[in-house]
């Protein structure tokens, strides 16, 4: 059925970048096999799933939608892939993406851009748009992705789909193919939020390959699946509700919040006050990270190598100037000024105290309230084109999701209605290992 979708709706959304159809039908073939010779079914047994193109897949074409690794055939599996594979879930293939995620509409792919199925004319959102785009197509029956600053929860925001970005070091980053190490997290991308619940239990837990991966136990999260949430207390902070908010979006989530109030929910007003300096610190902090992780990429080790280099050094420089396409470059030359010896001060480390206060922000509003309430994203879904010339418009996009990579928190996207007939979403976001909170709202709500 999830082929047969794929081939139905694949010529307008192009979420694909690798399809793996044999692979597929000989995992489905391999499950049948166990469970007529008696086998128990998995936790996410026979359960088609979509892989964003940066996590690496043991034998299938890993691209991190670039053209310099569009040749890369890893030969091991990223943790999150073992785990999907022993719950049985059946991998139909790997999803487009902004390149090495950088970016929020897919508009970075080089291999051309993913379409929102809502309206092809629109972006999916990103860097995760591929996998949002599949599960809201129905091509797959939930998808994993990646976020560093939203790209799991803007994508599922812009496509009506539920994206979940878990606490940092809560689910393993083994084989995740590095963007900014201190923020990157994987997540599930799912239809609703009960199969987020199912996704995540999965793909959690202490992984002795990532040393930053917590060695915290994994609850049971269905256990959030209740509808009760009388006597939450939700924090709602002003500065996700002011300048730059579309009205319709802002409107949304306050209609949501009047439907936690009917079930018993108790919100007010809080501030963050740092939220003004958070795109700024996590496009330095990103982009530093960025700088030193893609320094690996020199034509030697991975992926295309230039041809007819005329030394060592120009072997390097032809590969990552044709490698890299254009906002990767300007993360590669953002970051590596930053951290450069006479700037070093004034950009990294006090972007680095910046992020310890946002954190602060958090912790304070935490010690009152159960979950932060917000909208996702400023806007809905964006025409394609509309703004992939103009970055710092682009980098705004993402201000209500990049504090809550700088804290480390865990965050889930829902859908909450519509404005002109594309989806707006709802964050909802929880103190450090308390998915279970976030995901009992989410539930509720829903
Ligand atoms: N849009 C943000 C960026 O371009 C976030 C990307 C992400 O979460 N991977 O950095």
């Known amino acids: 059925a999830s082929l047969s979708r794929i ?36 936790l996410l047994f026979g359960l088609p799933a979509g892989i964003k193109d940066n996590i690496v897949t043991d034998g299938l074409k ?167 949430v009388r006597g939450l207390r939700i924090g709602v902070p002003k500065e996700y509700l002011g300048e730059g908010i579309a009205p319709q979006v802002k409107d949304a989530v306050l209609a949501a919040l009047k439907v936690f109030e009917s079930l018993g929910a108790t919100w007010e007003e809080v501030s963050l006050p740092h939220t003004e300096y958070a795109v700024a610190a996590y496009y330095l902090l990103a982009s530093s990270e960025a700088s030193s992780n893609l320094a690996r990429f020199d034509g030697v080790r991975y992926g295309v190598r230039a041809e007819n280099p005329d030394n060592l050094i120009d072997l390097y420089v032809k590969s990552r100037s044709q490698g890299f396409g254009a906002e990767v470059k300007r993360r590669i030359m953002l970051g590596t000024y930053a951290l450069s010896s006479g700037y070093y001060d004034a950009y990294y480390l006090k972007a680095q105290k910046v992020r310890t206060l946002i954190k602060q922000d958090f912790d304070q509003v935490f010690e009152k309230f159960d979950v932060i309430i917000g909208p996702t994203a400023p806007t809905t879904a964006f025409k394609i084109g509309e703004q992939i010339h103009d970055p710092l418009t682009m980098y705004l996009n993402d201000i209500c999701t990049i504090p809550v990579n700088l804290a480390g928190l865990p965050a889930i996207s829902v859908p909450c209605g519509l404005a002109d007939g594309l989806p707006v979403g709802m964050q909802i976001i929880g103190k450090a290992f308390d998915e279970t909170t976030v995901l009992r709202a989410a539930y509720a709500y829903e």
């Open 7 to 42: 081939k139905e709706t694949e010529p307008v959304v192009q979420a694909f970048i690798t399809l793996d159809e044999e692979g597929a039908r000989a995992q489905a073939a391999e499950l049948d096999k166990q469970l007529k010779e008696g086998g128990e079914r998995g």
């Open 62 to 228: 890993t691209t991190c939608a670039s053209r310099f690794l569009s040749n890369y055939i890893p030969i091991y599996n990223a943790t999150v892939m073992d785990k999907l594979r022993a719950a049985q879930s059946v991998t139909i293939g790997k999803l487009n993406m902004d390149e090495f995620a950088m970016g929020g509409s897919n508009e970075n792919s080089a291999m051309g851009p993913t379409r929102n199925p809502w309206d092809p004319e629109r972006v999916p959102g990103g860097s995760s748009g591929g996998s949002a785009a599949a599960v809201a197509a129905r091509q797959v029956y939930f998808a994993l992705g990646s976020d560093t600053g939203g790209s799991i929860r803007q994508p599922a925001a812009y496509c009506g789909v539920v994206g979940l970005k878990p606490t940092y070091g809560r689910v393993s980053r083994f084989g995740l193919v590095a963007f900014a190490s201190s923020l990157d997290q994987i997540g599930p991308i799912t239809k609703n939020v009960e199969d987020a619940v199912y996704v995540l239990q999965a793909i959690a837990g202490h992984d002795p390959m990532d040393s930053t991966s917590a060695d915290v136990e994994v609850p049971d999260y269905t256990a959030a699946l209740t509808g009760d």
